[in-house]
């Protein structure tokens, strides 16, 4: 039974990792050569308003829901019944994890792309 608890946890952990060691900060760096500063914040308030329309808590909730059920299912696999429990619990903290974490970047993808739409150099 120990080599099934361990398992467990390995791919536990695993997917954790995916969702914990994604990419660090998101923010936008540009080529300020020529570029009126006051404005370039402006244009960043503006172009964040569009990116506040990304689903965040949505696309974590799916997740959340995709996540409990894989976990639910490994942790049945090795573990039957408790396993299935302590698998969708993990399942559902990774899966919420890894929704937010794409939901963020997909925010920062909307302000660069608005930012590069209104000529800055973005560099990252």
Known sequence: MHRHSLALLSVTFLLGGCAAF?????????????VDIEQYYDDLMECSVFA????????????????AAVG???????AGGKGAAKGG??????????????????????????????????LN
Do not use: H, M, N, W
């Open 22 to 34: 994604g990419p660090g900060d998101d923010r936008v760096i540009i080529d300020t050569r020529g």
């Open 52 to 67: 506040d329309e990304v689903p965040v808590g949505k696309e974590t909730a799916k997740s959340t829901v995709a996540g």
């Open 72 to 78: 639910s299912a490994v942790g049945a696999i090795f």
């Open 89 to 122: 619990g993990a399942g559902a903290v990774t899966g919420a994890a890894r929704g937010s974490s794409e939901a963020k970047r997909e925010q920062s993808r909307v302000i660069k792309t608005c930012l590069r739409g209104r000529g800055y150099k973005v």
